[in-house]
């Protein structure tokens, strides 16, 4: 797949600006020099994340938490069996990316196309392998309709939304929140129960919510710190209103939808928003 990539790639270069913004994955800086795995040579987090970075490109999606670390996990193992074969590709999916990030506007789609495709094919050809199943994952959860359409509500769509809810009761609480299946099936159910009463814009925000949750996810891990506690109190107001109601207890029904925006979006969109 990569040496294939490569070959298109090379020709589609200039001057390299939007695929470096923030909301990417760093493959550079000190944060991708970070060991994941030790070894002779290790795995770092910038390999792991120019991986990462074709992989949401190429899907057209923002990878959940689950999924980002479904993918790490698998990115883990494989490294720990077929190291030399593994880091080998690596090294060519990170090449593969900078081409990416000097490729046009005009050229992005034949771009993603092309990863896509050879994502998929990977997929099938080696189905057993660790990263095979975590994109079949995502692909599975991305058809799964909860709720169908105009617009069409995924699986993965539901879960960036409670990433986003969990995000904010542990702003709120202080601690990690894991429900229970029964709990989160019921907290689901009031959700799409709402979808129907939700305004156009209110619909078309949670079709998007995978990038919405990592824009500001990211945008919070930037906010300086005189300005930490303003945002916390936003985002837990936002998100995980009903703090009367207990520990881990939110109010589904008081959270906006579409929420009020705090963090701008880019000029230049990582992605192309869903309509």
């Known amino acids: 797949m990569a040496r294939r990539l490569m070959f298109v790639l090379v020709i589609l270069l200039v001057t390299p600006a939007w695929a470096t913004a923030s909301f990417w994955y760093p493959i550079d800086g000190p944060e991708a020099r970070r060991v994941l795995v030790p070894g002779s040579p290790p795995l770092t987090v910038g390999q792991q994340n120019a ?31 077929h190291r030399g074969d593994l880091l080998a590709a690596l090294e060519e999916i990170r090449k593969i990316w900078q081409q990416v990030e000097a490729a046009k506007p005009q050229d992005r789609g034949v771009l993603r196309q092309i990863i896509r495709d050879s994502l998929l094919e990977e997929t099938q050809k080696f189905p057993n392998l660790a990263m095979a199943r975590v994109v079949r994952r995502i692909l599975q959860d991305g058809n799964e309709a909860v709720l169908e359409g105009p617009p069409r509500i995924d699986r993965r769509m539901l879960a960036a939304f409670f990433e986003l809810v969990e995000m904010a009761l542990r702003l709120r609480d202080q601690r990690v929140i894991v429900w229970d299946e029964p709990t989160r099936r019921a907290m689901e159910a009031k959700i799409l129960q709402r979808i129907p009463t939700l305004s156009p814009e209110g619909r078309m925000w949670l079709v998007n919510a995978d990038f919405h949750r990592a824009l500001i996810a990211r945008n919070w891990q930037n906010v300086p710190p005189d300005e930490k506690e303003t945002i916390r109190r936003f985002l837990v107001e936002t998100f995980a209103p009903g703090a009367e109601l207990g520990e881990r207890a939110v109010d589904l029904e008081r959270i906006p939808l579409p929420p009020p925006t705090i963090f701008p979006l880019p000029t230049d969109l990582p992605w192309e928003f869903r309509k």
């Open 51 to 81: 991986f990462l970075n074709c992989l949401e490109f190429g899907l057209a999606i923002a990878l959940t938490q689950r999924e980002q670390e479904a993918a790490r996990a698998a990115l883990m193992e494989e490294y720990l069996a």
